[in-house]
Nanobody, 129 residues
Framework: QLQLVESGGNLVRPGGSLRLSCVASGFSLDNSAIGWFRQAPGKEREGVSCMSSTGGITRYAESVKGRFTISRDNAKNTVSLLMNSLKPEDTAVYFC??????????????????????WGQGTQVTVSA
């Protein structure tokens, strides 16, 4: 069974940090572009960060640039999202996703949820004092 499972979500104070992880099972991430998305209550799902299969190309939403870092370990079939300097507006359910291609074309589309066919169930991140 093809599955992505996220973990690491939690309640954190503004300015704090969290590391989200996503483990794939039933398939290899070696040839998959990956992405992290989030959805806040009453809002549409938005792309946060994405990475090509080799890690050579990464993109970030403007709202998280300089604060979030995406990474992947293909040997462990995992992807991570390190989130620093968290803000209340980062509160959302965070999802990891995997594509059927190693590189989304054009790269500007890698933050689009339509480019991904595999999704995890999400993990809640709440930033509050």
């Amino acid at each position: 069974q093809l599955q992505l499972v996220e973990s690491g979500g939690n309640l954190v104070r503004p300015g704090g940090s969290l590391r989200l992880s996503c483990v794939a099972s039933g398939f290899s991430l070696d040839n998959s572009a990956i992405g992290w998305f989030r959805q806040a209550p009453g809002k549409e799902r938005e792309g946060v960060s994405c990475m090509s299969s080799t890690g050579g190309i990464t993109r970030y939403a403007e709202s998280v640039k300089g604060r979030f870092t995406i990474s992947r370990d293909n040997a462990k079939n995992t992807v991570s999202l390190l989130m620093n300097s968290l803000k209340p507006e980062d509160t959302a359910v965070y999802f990891c996703a995997a594509s059927n291609v190693p590189l989304v074309h054009p790269p500007s589309r890698c933050l689009s949820s339509a480019e991904y066919g595999y999704w995890g169930q999400g993990t809640q991140v709440t930033v509050s004092a």
